[in-house]
């Protein structure tokens, strides 16, 4: 199976901000509220209420920079596997119990070159940094759960 024809893959962590630009508390499960975001989250509301990672594409990225560098350093709420984000905008994908229309792809901001000069660049096209969008059904999501791609696409 190619990647991009990855529907299903796996949470391998998900991660909290409680405050802006405060440290990402790992969690074995979140609560996600629909039109809102993550449970105790600082991006609650608005259009990017939930980032997701793809783990395979960051290994990838930071593998280029010739560099280890955690995932909680991307600043993403969910770390999937098996999962091709690319190109999902408007797309609807499945994290446990909730459900998340993706909108864009989560553009870099300067803060990756604070953590390694030439991270931002390295995920900067083709979706390398991951995607956001709005919980439109929410419940829990916990590490382990699958992650999918639903069929609705508005």
Do not use: H
């Not at 949470?11 to 629909?34: C, H, L, N, Y």
């Not at 994908?93 to 000069?117: S, W, Y």
Request: net charge positive; hydrophobic share 40%; with cysteine.
């Amino acid at each position: 199976m190619t990647k991009q024809n990855m529907t299903e893959g796996r949470v391998e962590a998900i991660w909290i901000k409680r405050f802006k630009r405060g440290p990402m508390d790992a969690v074995e499960q979140a609560e996600m509220v629909a039109n809102q975001g993550l449970v105790g989250n600082a991006d609650q509301g608005g259009r990017r209420q939930i980032t997701i990672l793809d783990a395979a594409v960051w290994e990838q990225a930071i593998a280029e920079l010739g560099v280890k560098i955690d995932p909680t350093a991307r600043r993403a709420n969910i770390l999937v596997r098996g999962l091709d984000l690319a190109n999902r905008r408007k797309q609807i994908l499945q994290l446990g119990d909730c459900r998340i229309r993706i909108f864009n792809e989560a553009k870099p901001c300067e803060r990756m070159d604070e953590v390694q000069l030439g991270l931002k660049a390295a995920l900067y096209d083709n979706w390398r940094g991951g995607a956001c969008g709005q919980v439109i059904t929410g419940g829990r999501v916990q590490v382990g759960d699958v992650a999918q791609w639903q069929l609705e696409t508005s």
